[in-house]
């Protein structure tokens, strides 16, 4: 805590960065134009104004910092080099060199065993090239500038021959360029990664929304994506940023492909857009992880845990110089949200000048809070994003096992108040004695898979919901299956007379409905949205039977019955 | 947004206003100190520099800034009366000299119904006039100065006619005293209010502790306090800020006396220290509610609704100039601490130098996060608060209920495993047959109350579980009670056999002990600590058996059973 800080480029991130050092007492010294963003929350005399790109300013900052680092990492690293021989620089000059040029990027990663898109640099800008390299990767192909690219600047996609000579043009001034394998992914995904002295630690894994190859959207946790996919993310995420030098956080983006494979789209070696959230929705963000990296101050896993799903919302300037400040007049005007506005002055089309978080107990209700400023931010686009926004299937928060699909009619009333009430849920056959393994592999791996709660049905012996209680701690509920003998006795004492230490929350014979209910009546002990559902829903019983209670008042049993229970 | 705020006072109070405004790229003047505490974080020329008791230097301020507002409330206020003549000043100066007299303040309180502290004012500080104010109030009782005192600064503890000589000499150098009858609170609660152009909104209800007289600890929400007295606190802080006039948050003091009955102590007309874990634990920070309430910017209840549990501590001034950075350094230590350091520079003995802040998804957790500094802010104290910190009895999750004492052996078991699990319950006889409205109104109340599941026990009719579970929208576990007379399928099944619409999670006959697991397995779908603890006994429970399995195999059946089954 006692060394200063200094930092190239003073940006929103240098921003956010200098509004987590505040809190600690942390001194800051900025490399950048004397008022911006960055500066203007942070006033001492030991800023430098200049270029990051300045030789002398980098070794004036320098002379008076104990630690550098960066802010982007387009920067002259022979500089950072050179500077490095005489201060401490964070990551190394020599992770931003590699990092700085995606291609060497890519190299350098595969060298390690990390798995990215396949790509093929050219030697020169020209058809030919591109041409030789399309055989390699296969079209479509993503042409890209080796350096200096980012926010979809410097990307061309190469989608038929007929595009090589367009994209050849497009990116043409830049001399180096790469083709990369054309990634046909599900859904994009990414991790900050926290490397310090002695250990690489991840953040949680999210997922994130481009448009127009700018970061639009970050679901935080990723949706629809499973606890061994988040993890397997945090694996590799960790594994290629331990292959780079020094210390610091570093975004990477990954793609999830159809068949759950996972690939490094690309890393930066700095915080990230795609980070942001973690200033609410995580007790140490990615600001104060990068000066307790950079720093060696203590730092552990349980400090990068989500408190809350969460979503940002980039606010991007629009047509008009101030149309930043009215996103944020609108925001204002929706509940929950956290609005960070960057101090950059007057808005030029697609910067960003901004952005909003929301946090909430559940990702549904967080989604629910965040939609009119995506229909906001939408507005007069031809094609909204609302659609791509809710486009991922959310995680089912309900397992309904059975043992056969025989059980499936008993189960329908059920999984009809699961829909009502917007309770996320998934069917599945696993038998406790046709496939016991099966039914051990379900049960045991539920929790880990984001499951909540398990609804199972069986009839006869009907071991299955005990079974399933025995495999995991999650709270179980059993149905009892009528058997084609018998009254459903045998199903019901199964079930519920389970030994002590292995509980079943038993309902009576057939009664989907009262499974269902409790499943809601479970899950709205924390999450409020689902509570005051089952509270609508206990009201509209109620209004429903005192309607009848009205009309055999009216009308008298005999009538009643005539026109009401005749079928009976 | 577009208007400019200007500030009297850049402390630390000024310093978190000012974070949240950056945000928003709202601009704020501080009139302080050249380097003062805000100033530090907000680089611009409009602040001004100079005492906020300076006459010339407000209007100054007045004229660059659109609203004036008070980071302190010991200013002059009729400075601020002639400056509010051209300028808009929020809150009112009438507000800020009402309360910035004590006395004053509580007789305006007392004038609109507001319960506070009967107090008696001294006409001259004598021991005659503090003798007859004894009279009125009792003895003991609490000598205040009416002006300037904070902190426990001008507070003075009159236990007997033996303390007059000695109180009136340690406050006698301040005119105006008065008197207050001695409040044997059980607790000290505050809310946070916000009082906006049409509305008074409020932050939940916190539990404060105080040692010599400045704020130590800060629980939100207030542990071991009832929904329902966390309600009427919250109301009685509304009604208390409502008879002041403009706008801006306020900070409200108050005791909970052991009849329930709530006072209010005394209200701060500004950002307060019981609000500061709103920063971490609210969606919109107290210092975000000033802003939009001072701006007319939106704001509403659901903005400042607890995320997650929260405890707040204060770092104090130690014996050296640095022991506030050594504070910090030790907090970094820790898991999720949020570290606020005010920039005050070298730390005076007790004074308040930065604060820490734990949020938890449960009370229990945060309250073990937060022990480790707690224990270091008490190290070399003859007696530790860390005893006063964790003797509120914790809010209940559990109710156990049952329709008869005779079901209280049965219930032992499982009452057992909810402690085991560090589950806080309450057991309660509510009969649905002898009782039905006490059964009704304690079913109807219990999730307002904090109950997050509810067990219940009965036997033979058995309508209590569906009962207790027809008046709540919680779940409800029943445990069917063996009567005297059967094998106790008759309790089972009018437990289990519920209609559709109202469920009841039945286990089986007399164990008490699945109920109390099922209830732990429902908890630990949000609570990680308490799932923890279940996988923790599934474990233990699997290596008990194993053991057994090892001897058996040792022994063979005929020593096993003469060894450890013969008492059967």
């Known amino acids: 805590m006692d060394k200063t800080v200094g930092v190239l480029g003073g940006g929103q991130l240098g921003r956010m960065l200098v509004e987590a050092a505040n809190l600690l007492e942390i001194h800051v010294n900025f490399l950048d134009a004397p008022n911006s963003s960055a500066k203007q929350v942070s006033y001492h005399d030991g800023h430098v104004d200049g270029s990051f790109k300045d030789a002398e300013a980098i070794k004036k900052l320098a002379a008076q910092s104990d630690v550098l680092t960066v802010e982007i990492e387009h920067v002259d690293t022979y500089m950072l080099e050179d500077v490095a021989k005489t201060a401490d620089v964070q990551p190394s000059w020599k992770t931003i060199r590699t990092i700085q040029d995606k291609y060497l990027q890519k190299e350098h990663l595969q060298s390690y065993g990390v798995a990215t898109a396949q790509s093929v640099a050219l030697k020169e800008p020209s058809k030919t090239e591109l041409s030789a390299a399309s055989k390699t990767v296969g079209l479509p192909l993503m042409l890209k500038s080796r350096k200096e690219a980012y926010d979809g600047r410097g990307n061309f996609p190469v989608k038929s021959t007929d595009d090589f000579e367009p994209a050849i043009q497009a990116l043409g001034g830049n001399q180096d360029l790469y083709a990369e394998k054309w990634a046909n992914f599900k859904v994009e995904l990414a991790v900050m990664v926290v490397k310090t002295k002695d250990q690489v630690l991840s953040f949680p894994t999210v997922e994130t929304i481009h448009e127009n190859s700018i970061c639009k959207l970050v679901y935080a946790p990723a949706r629809g994506v499973s606890e061994t996919i988040n993890k397997r993310a945090q694996e590799l995420a960790r594994k290629a940023v331990a292959c780079f030098w020094g210390k610091g956080v570093f975004g990477v983006e990954m793609f999830l492909l159809p068949d759950d494979t996972l690939l490094i789209n690309e890393i930066a070696p700095r915080p990230h857009n795609s980070g942001h959230y973690t200033i609410e929705a995580c007790p140490v963000s990615q600001y104060e992880a990068h000066l307790r990296a950079i720093l060696d101050l203590p730092l552990d896993e349980q400090d990068l845990e989500l408190r809350e799903p969460a979503i940002m919302l980039n606010i991007l300037g629009g047509d008009t110089p101030d149309s930043h400040r009215q996103f944020a007049a609108e925001a204002l005007k929706h509940r929950r949200t956290k609005i960070h506005l960057y101090g950059k002055g007057q808005a030029r089309k697609g910067r960003k000048m901004g952005h909003i978080t929301v946090c909430a107990p559940t990702m549904s209700e967080a989604e629910e809070l965040i939609q009119p400023m995506i229909d906001y931010a939408d507005r007069g686009k031809p094609q909204s994003t609302s659609t791509l926004s809710s486009r991922s299937k959310e995680q089912a928060l309900v397992a309904v096992v059975m043992g056969s699909d025989s059980d499936l009619p008993v189960l329908q009333p059920g999984l009809a108040i699961l829909k009502k009430f917007d309770i996320s849920f998934t069917t599945r056959i696993t038998s406790a004695h046709r496939t016991p393994?099966?039914?051990?592999?379900?049960?045991?791996?539920?929790?880990?898979?984001?499951?909540?709660?398990?609804?199972?049905?069986?009839?006869?012996?009907?071991?299955?919901?005990?079974?399933?209680?025995?495999?995991?701690?999650?709270?179980?509920?059993?149905?009892?299956?009528?058997?084609?003998i018998g009254d459903g006795m045998d199903s019901l004492l199964s079930i519920c007379n389970m030994p002590k230490g292995v509980p079943v929350a038993t309902v009576s014979v057939n009664n989907s409905i009262n499974a269902a209910l409790l499943a809601a009546r479970i899950l709205g002990v924390s999450d409020m949205g689902i509570r005051k559902r089952v509270e609508q829903y206990v009201h509209d019983s109620e209004a429903e039977v005192r309607e009848k209670d009205r009309r055999l008042l009216d009308m008298g049993a005999d009538a009643y019955v005539e026109k009401y229970l005749s079928k009976k």
């Open 437 to 484: 393994s099966w039914m051990a592999e379900f049960a045991s791996t539920a929790a880990s898979n984001g499951i909540k709660v398990i609804i199972a049905a069986a009839g006869g012996a009907a071991h299955l919901p005990g079974m399933t209680a025995a495999y995991t701690s999650l709270p179980v509920i059993g149905i009892p299956v009528k058997p084609t």
